[in-house]
């Protein structure tokens, strides 16, 4: 019933909005439900409840384990992917509707508004998004208030967070690094995850930072930053790339992974193969792209590492298909988008199994 009535509202009211106003309109009721235990509750109860008594393995060595992010068993495989909540407004709704972990971000050192509007266009035949938005955030210090506040709570502190990084869009290539070890040192003591995102678009030059001569030292520096910030424990670090990148660059970047230690590799951001414009597309039309870098990232990645797939997931089966190419753990936003919030909660129970 939830489904077909926002399908309906969706067909009716919300596709003929301004995609962003409805974005800001949806994250804030969501981040609003989400404040109060009552409307928190009804929200598991009705949409995203998950059986406890069926959390997720992963097999590691030949032995199969409990599939961890860090120092947390993961309830189930789908994670909301960086994008939709970037300054932690909305984690506890989010994680309400039936997501196991929610990325949030991404996250600079300092705010910055990102790129003039017109920026973000649904593609409704194609289900999918098209999005040049240039990294607008509240900034790192902004973010790391909101995770403080959240983790004062104790629903706060049983929800999964990870922050996803990047630089502002006037730092200049040599000073990346010190971007990146600054928003990890102001958010780790509040995460349970870093990702370092060098893969976005819509931020001049920034994709040229995935080359492994440009890497190294920014996931150097953010690997300092979680040690100053969260001395206590080991931060899990991940690297985003794109799907655009070529295979002999995607297997390096898997190999510097695996020399730096690094918790795993998030595949894949949003993709420039298209004739629409600026910016990146996701959601359906960026799946097979995303499917393939898995299973080439997969079949580096040593087996102890994390391996999460993003891009294009549209259903329980495209998730199946994600893992079975060789994602530990898969992410979606687009999706949420077209199909409303009883969809985190069913894909989420669908991959309880997997």
């Known amino acids: 019933m939830i489904r077909r009535a926002y399908n309906w509202a969706f067909t009716h009211f919300i596709s003929h909005s301004n995609p962003e106003d409805a974005h800001h309109w949806g994250l804030g009721a969501i981040s609003m439900a989400g404040r109060f235990a009552p409307t928190r509750g009804l929200m598991r109860a009705t949409l995203g409840y998950l059986d ?8 590691v060595g030949g032995v199969e384990v409990p599939l961890m992010l860090g120092q947390r068993r993961l309830p189930s495989r789908l994670g909301l992917a960086a994008g939709m909540d970037k300054d932690a407004q909305a984690v506890l709704g989010m994680s309400a509707l039936g997501y196991a972990f929610v990325e949030i971000g991404t996250v600079t050192p300092h705010p910055q508004p ?19 938005m240039g990294f607008n955030n509240a900034g790192a210090d902004a973010a790391a208030d909101k995770l403080r506040e959240l983790r004062a709570t104790p629903a706060g502190r049983r929800a999964i967070v990870g922050a996803n990084i990047g630089k502002n869009k006037v730092t200049s290539e040599q000073d990346a690094p010190a971007d990146y070890e600054y928003c990890a040192k102001a958010l780790a003591k509040w995460v349970d995850f870093v990702v370092v995102n060098v893969s976005s678009p819509n931020t001049p030059g920034l994709r040229d930072l995935q080359s492994v001569d440009h890497l190294r030292p920014i996931l150097q520096a953010a690997r300092r930053g979680c040690e100053a910030g969260a001395p206590d424990r080991a931060m899990p670090l991940f690297v985003k790339i794109a799907p655009d990148l070529a295979d002999e660059d995607i297997v390096a970047i898997v190999e510097l992974t695996k020399e730096l230690g690094l918790a795993g590799v998030v595949a894949t951001n ?38 999460i797939g993003t891009g294009g997931i549209s259903s329980p089966q495209d998730a199946l298909r994600m893992i079975g190419a060789g994602a530990d753990l898969v992410e979606a936003f687009s999706a949420f988008i077209f199909e409303g919030p009883s969809w985190p909660g069913e894909v989420s129970r669908a991959l309880q199994h997997a």
Do not use: K, Y
Not at 118 to 130: A, C, I, N, Q, T
């Open 270 to 307: 949003t993709t420039i193969n298209h004739d629409l414009g600026e910016g990146g597309v996701s959601g359906a039309p960026l799946l097979p792209r995303a499917i393939e870098v898995v299973s080439l990232v997969a079949h580096h990645l040593n087996d102890d590492q994390i391996l």
């Open 52 to 59: 406890p008594t069926h959390c997720p393995t992963r097999v």
């Open 114 to 132: 990102g790129n003039d509007a017109p920026r973000l266009w649904r593609l409704m035949e194609e289900r999918g998004l098209r999005n040049r």
